[in-house]
């Protein structure tokens, strides 16, 4: 049973209701243009086949646009309803206040689209949604930059917009404490949107490629979070090692890399060396009989096909890349078994920029691109993300499986497999967690990086996503 709203609340949403009850179901041409912008933007996001409840649906213009496998709104104006009704009948619609909204039911996607400013109590209205929200479900706010709270009065002035009810204009960072106060984790923030309304060629240009330069300035701000959830049960884990050249560093491998959670399988993926390098793993693989180990060899080339061709091959409910140099020490991964186990994130990301690294760990020129890539990727992304180049990332098998499965949309462009699974995880907007850890220096054999070529390879790499993230 729903507790009584307080009456400061309660007439506040009285109110909203019967500025709605009373405003046309029928958009402007400037609002139905910023609609289907902002339709633009959320399919980017919202998985097609996703479940979606839009909060503050209003005549449904947002949500007909919004391609998703099912559709269900929520408004407190019945006439608003009424209207979407007939604009998208194949939905389902609820009259109901967000902050009084009881469903029972659970979806995969949550829209509050300029929904927050106009809401009586948001902290309430956010605690509210929990109860529809599942470990996976995704919250997206939109809400309007209010820098141009003057510029939008001028509009309303003059006649090109609409009148609206009282708003609160939260900033950014009054929505994510709020978020966090009612059990949310912010997961990325985003702005678009320099021209409100769709011009032929001048929108075009200012959204796509202006908006995510400046994006202090743009209209709209986008934020997605997920559901804050107690620590899960001991899970088990695939620890993926591609090995190349690596000889000296199988049986270490083995004897360093603990038993994690519910159980650990080690499997190795041998990579054309040119040395012993799968005669060890075949001798360690017989010789640790109570270590549940797997090997193989790769028939194509590249890290990013040995990775792809171990997950493959895992039973584990986490998966985990170690490399075969070792100099990210194996005895670290129980630090990103308990990020990924406890739910604290979905993507852990490994990180050696924090703590000082061994003398001969990495050279000058690499370190300094690094931190550069570090930079250019945390904008990317729309999170932070110190270190991309990291060999350990972590995540678990459903979350893999659902990149895997969307990997069309970035095609095969990664022969290194970090930028696949921190795009792919990106795209999905899973909660990434940058996981310090101590660099060591190489004990054995050389490194396969070629810095040059490599890093010419990187830079198209970024140049690649960013025409898929951000200039979309």
Same mark, same amino acid.
């Given at each position: 049973?729903?507790?009584?709203?307080?009456?400061?609340?309660?007439?506040?949403?009285?109110?909203?209701?019967?500025?709605?009850?009373?405003?046309?179901?029928?958009?402007?041409?400037?609002?139905?243009?910023?609609?289907?912008?902002?339709?633009?933007?959320?399919?980017?996001?919202?998985?097609?086949?996703?479940?979606?409840?839009?909060?503050?649906?209003?005549?449904?213009?947002?949500?007909?646009?919004?391609?998703?496998?099912?559709?269900?709104?929520?408004?407190?104006?019945?006439?608003?309803?009424?209207?979407?009704?007939?604009?998208?009948?194949?939905?389902?619609?609820?009259?109901?206040?967000?902050?009084?909204?009881?469903?029972?039911?659970?979806?995969?996607?949550?829209?509050?689209?300029?929904?927050?400013?106009?809401?009586?109590?948001?902290?309430?209205?956010?605690?509210?949604?929990?109860?529809?929200?599942?470990?996976?479900?995704?919250?997206?706010?939109?809400?309007?930059?209010?820098?141009?709270?003057?510029?939008?009065?001028?509009?309303?002035?003059?006649?090109?917009?609409?009148?609206?009810?009282?708003?609160?204009?939260?900033?950014?960072?009054?929505?994510?404490?709020?978020?966090?106060?009612?059990?949310?984790?912010?997961?990325?923030?985003?702005?678009?949107?320099?021209?409100?309304?769709?011009?032929?060629?001048?929108?075009?240009?200012?959204?796509?490629?202006?908006?995510?330069?400046?994006?202090?300035?743009?209209?709209?701000?986008?934020?997605?979070?997920?559901?804050?959830?107690?620590?899960?049960?001991?899970?088990?884990?695939?620890?993926?090692?591609?090995?190349?050249?690596?000889?000296?560093?199988?049986?270490?491998?083995?004897?360093?890399?603990?038993?994690?959670?519910?159980?650990?399988?080690?499997?190795?993926?041998?990579?054309?060396?040119?040395?012993?390098?799968?005669?060890?793993?075949?001798?360690?693989?017989?010789?640790?009989?109570?270590?549940?180990?797997?090997?193989?060899?790769?028939?194509?080339?590249?890290?990013?096909?040995?990775?792809?061709?171990?997950?493959?091959?895992?039973?584990?409910?986490?998966?985990?890349?170690?490399?075969?140099? #070792?100099?990210?020490?194996?005895?670290?991964?129980?630090?990103? =078994? @308990?990020? /990924? +186990?406890?739910? *604290? &994130?979905? $993507?852990?990301?490994?990180?050696?920029?924090?703590?000082?690294?061994?003398?001969?760990?990495?050279?000058?020129?690499?370190?300094?691109?690094?931190?550069?890539?570090?930079?250019?990727?945390?904008?990317?992304?729309?999170?932070?993300?110190?270190?991309? #180049?990291?060999?350990?990332?972590?995540?678990?098998?459903?979350? =893999? @499986?659902? /990149? +895997?499965?969307? *990997? &069309?949309? $970035?095609?095969?462009?990664?022969?290194?497999?970090?930028?696949?699974?921190?795009?792919?995880?990106?795209?999905?907007?899973?909660?990434?967690?940058?996981?310090?850890?101590?660099?060591?220096?190489?004990?054995?054999?050389?490194?396969?990086?070629?810095?040059?070529?490599?890093?010419?390879?990187?830079?198209?790499?970024?140049?690649?996503?960013?025409?898929?993230?951000?200039?979309?």
């Amino acid at each position: 049973m729903t507790s009584p709203l307080p009456e400061p609340t309660a007439r506040h949403l009285e109110k909203v209701r019967d500025f709605y009850e009373a405003a046309p179901t029928e958009l402007r041409w400037g609002a139905r243009g910023y609609r289907k912008l902002l339709a633009h933007y959320y399919n980017l996001i919202v998985p097609a086949e996703s479940s979606v409840l839009e909060v503050g649906c209003g005549s449904g213009e947002l949500l007909a646009q919004i391609k998703a496998a099912r559709k269900t709104g929520i408004d407190l104006s019945a006439r608003q309803i009424a209207a979407a009704q007939l604009r998208v009948p194949d939905a389902r619609f609820h009259v109901a206040a967000g902050e009084l909204a009881e469903l029972n039911e659970q979806f995969d996607v949550i829209i509050l689209s300029d929904t927050l400013n106009r809401a009586a109590d948001v902290q309430l209205l956010l605690e509210r949604l929990q109860s529809s929200a599942h470990p996976g479900t995704r919250l997206i706010i939109n809400f309007q930059n209010s820098l141009w709270r003057p510029l939008l009065s001028l509009a309303r002035l003059l006649g090109l917009k609409s009148n609206e009810p009282e708003n609160s204009w939260l900033a950014p960072s009054d929505v994510i404490n709020l978020l966090q106060l009612a059990g949310w984790n912010p997961v990325c923030r985003q702005a678009r949107l320099l021209l409100p309304i769709p011009i032929p060629l001048l929108s075009p240009l200012l959204n796509r490629w202006l908006a995510p330069l400046v994006q202090w300035s743009c209209l709209t701000v986008f934020i997605v979070a997920r559901p804050v959830r107690p620590a899960a049960q001991p899970r088990t884990v695939s620890v993926i090692i591609p090995a190349r050249n690596e000889a000296g560093n199988i049986e270490a491998a083995v004897r360093r890399t603990a038993e994690l959670g519910a159980g650990t399988e080690l499997i190795f993926v041998e990579g054309h060396s040119r040395d012993d390098t799968w005669a060890q793993i075949q001798r360690v693989a017989q010789e640790y009989p109570d270590r549940k180990i797997k090997i193989m060899q790769q028939t194509g080339k590249g890290k990013g096909d040995a990775v792809r061709l171990g997950f493959a091959a895992a039973t584990g409910d986490i998966l985990m890349i170690l490399d075969a140099d #070792l100099t990210m020490p194996p005895e670290e991964l129980p630090k990103f =078994y @308990e990020v /990924i +186990a406890n739910g *604290r &994130a979905e $993507f852990a990301n490994g990180v050696r920029l924090v703590y000082p690294m061994d003398e001969e760990a990495m050279q000058f020129l690499n370190l300094c691109a690094n931190k550069a890539f570090g930079i250019i990727f945390t904008w990317l992304l729309g999170q932070p993300v110190k270190d991309t #180049l990291c060999g350990t990332k972590v995540l678990s098998r459903h979350h =893999y @499986e659902r /990149i +895997a499965a969307n *990997r &069309a949309y $970035f095609g095969d462009f990664d022969p290194f497999g970090d930028f696949d699974l921190l795009f792919g995880a990106a795209k999905l907007n899973l909660k990434i967690a940058d996981v310090p850890i101590r660099y060591k220096q190489r004990t054995y054999g050389t490194t396969n990086i070629h810095r040059w070529s490599h890093g010419w390879l990187l830079l198209r790499m970024v140049v690649f996503a960013a025409r898929k993230l951000k200039f979309v």
